[in-house]
């Protein structure tokens, strides 16, 4: 199976608002609600911060949501905070597979 | 709250196995309600899906690996464990365990902390 296509790099100031696609087929984000995304900091374990496309597990922030139109999905993260700068992954399970995006790197100016 | 650890040599010869043991503690991995995943990070990479298993000891794989993983369950021990043969430098990366979660909807957590295994003579 392919990989979800994620830009490589999204940039914002503090405060700010920014938006990470993630763009599979129909065969993955477009026909099922199984999309996730995860945050991973530099040298620690990803960590989920939406499944379901549009859930919060207890403890995530509401300045995180997610999407979905078609084929992409999206994590908007609101209100930029320093410590949201890493690199955020979307994942979707298919049938049987698991797909993960080749992940965004957030800068946060 | 439950936690995944891995373990195993981090310093594997190519054309020989990887092999790999998550211990899982604070849940029971018969739980029945989840999944038990292997994933892997080549070094400044994104992240790959190896396979899952079952408490009963199915298993499903990366097509693109499917030829050389095996993983397996002990749930005596509460452990899962992953087997990749005929390692080559490509091999090398962050080798993770995670929990997959299919009551409520599909994702992975938690996950273990990783480790690293280089594969190199």
């Known amino acids: 199976q392919s990989a979800l296509t994620q830009p490589p790099s999204v940039s914002g100031s503090p405060g700010q608002s920014v938006t990470i696609s993630c763009t599979g087929t129909?065969?993955?984000?477009?026909?099922?609600?199984?999309v996730s995304w995860y945050q991973q900091p530099p040298g620690s374990a990803p960590k989920v911060i939406i499944f379901?496309?549009?859930n919060r597990p207890s403890g995530v922030p509401d300045r995180f949501s997610g999407a979905k139109s078609g084929n992409t999905a999206s994590l908007t993260i609101s209100g930029l905070q320093a410590e949201d700068e890493a690199v955020y992954y979307c994942?979707?399970?298919?049938?049987?597979?698991?797909?993960f995006g080749g992940g965004t790197k957030l800068t946060v100016l | 709250q439950v936690q995944l650890q891995e373990s195993g040599p981090t310093l594997v010869k190519p054309s020989q196995t990887l092999s790999l043991t998550c211990t899982v503690s604070g849940g029971p991995i018969s739980s029945g309600t989840h999944f038990w995943s292997w994933i892997r990070q080549h070094p400044g990479k994104g992240l790959e899906w190896i396979g899952y298993?079952?408490?009963?000891?199915?298993?499903y794989y990366n097509p693109s690996l499917k030829s050389r993983v095996t993983i397996s369950v002990d749930t005596s021990k509460n452990q899962f464990s992953l087997n990749l043969t005929s390692v080559t430098a490509a091999d090398t990366a962050v080798y993770y365990c995670a929990r997959e979660d299919r009551l409520r909807s599909f994702y992975f957590d938690p996950w273990g902390q990783g480790t690293l295994v280089t594969v190199s003579s």
């Open positions: 129909s065969n993955d984000v477009g026909t099922y609600n199984r």
């Open positions: 298993t079952y408490y009963s000891g199915s298993a």
């Open positions: 379901g496309v549009y």
């Open positions: 994942s979707s399970f298919t049938s049987s597979s698991w797909v």
